[in-house]
């Protein structure tokens, strides 16, 4: 019988790489998995939102020239050390101007948000709370105005209160406010079936605590993504009417106005309609980028729940239920 001999240590340099080589480092790889994982167009999105807010709120101190100052002798310069991105046909800073005129677009953009966020989320949850007739109106109106762009809704209201900055938030807001209230009104439905609401009415909870607290709280993810999704709509639309000459008038400015002033310049001097519609474009892609990001997160989230609960209500092979059954 052969004897078994353990076979003898073996030696190997401790500086010798052992296996096959480790693959070479992804320094970009690496930063875009630890900021974003597989959204990094989220992270994308943040990033290019921060910075616009940020030049936008430094602006006062940060803008090189008063953007309403003129100069015809220097009209339609190109860029220089001066005038980094030239000027208007004016002689008017294109920097300074594109600076002073985003904090008018992003601020009429942002109260009209809000304010179409607030009202489209408090009547989409009341219509589903209350329901009868309260909902039948709601609903209603919410296909009306879904049959008009807001553009035209937002014309239509300009032409019969004139131009300003209250009429233009007016009509922004109420061309708005339905896409809010459609998607709470879904979310509020499904809301009302969960236990946890049940339980509330059941306890004796008030009626505003159950439809805050329960109803609007568990919303606001989905309600989070879309309202970044309308604010793009938003600064599409403010800068639209401008160009129309019906948003903000003349001595400000916002990035539409400037495209309207520019265009019969384009072909003298193409940046100066270039850099404002550049601009609207960021700002819109960036908020556009973190509202997908935010719906992929939550689709991905809803999955994995349900992946779970599929999972746990399925047996695996040889686990307790499995053997009872076969008892």
């Not at 930063?31 to 709120?57: I, K, N, P, Q, Y």
């Not at 966020?117 to 329901?131: E, F, M, N, W």
């Not at 993810?221 to 948003?247: D, E, N, Q, W």
Request: charged share 15%.
């Amino acid at each position: 019988m052969p004897s078994l001999t353990a076979p003898p240590p073996t030696t190997r340099e401790p500086w010798r790489r052992v296996g096959p080589p480790s693959p070479r480092p992804n320094i970009f790889g690496s930063l875009v998995r630890g900021l974003g994982g597989r959204h990094w167009t989220f992270t994308f999105g943040v990033s290019l939102l921060s910075l616009v807010l940020l030049v936008l709120v430094l602006t006062p101190w940060i803008a090189p020239h008063d953007p309403a100052i003129q100069d015809i002798s220097n009209r339609l310069a190109g860029p220089s050390a001066e005038h980094w991105l030239g000027t208007d046909h004016l002689g008017r800073d294109v920097l300074s101007r594109l600076m002073w005129g985003g904090r008018f677009s992003v601020t009429i953009a942002a109260i009209t948000l809000v304010i179409c966020a607030v009202s489209g989320v408090i009547l989409g949850a009341l219509a589903a709370r209350r329901g009868g007739w309260l909902d039948e109106l709601v609903m209603r109106a919410v296909d009306v105005l879904v049959c008009f762009p807001d553009v035209v809704v937002a014309l239509f209201l300009i032409a019969l209160f004139g131009t300003g900055y209250g009429t233009l938030i007016a009509a922004l807001t109420i061309a708005g406010w339905t896409p809010f209230a459609r998607l709470m009104r879904g979310l509020a439905l499904e809301i009302n079936a969960k236990d946890y609401v049940e339980a509330a009415e059941i306890l004796g909870s008030p009626k505003w605590f159950i439809l805050f607290r329960h109803v609007i709280l568990n919303a606001l993810p989905p309600v989070a993504a879309m309202s970044f999704l309308r604010f793009g709509h938003k600064l599409i639309t403010v800068g639209a009417l401008s160009y129309l000459g019906l948003g903000v008038q003349p001595p400000d400015s916002d990035w539409g106005a400037m495209l309207l002033d520019a265009q019969p310049y384009m072909e003298r001097a193409p940046w100066v309609g270039i850099l404002p519609g550049l601009a609207i474009f960021i700002s819109a892609l960036s908020v556009t980028l973190i509202g997908q990001g935010l719906d992929k997160r939550k689709t991905r989230r809803a999955r994995s729940t349900a992946t779970g609960t599929s999972a746990a209500a399925t047996p695996a092979p040889g686990s307790a239920l499995d053997e009872g059954e076969a008892l």
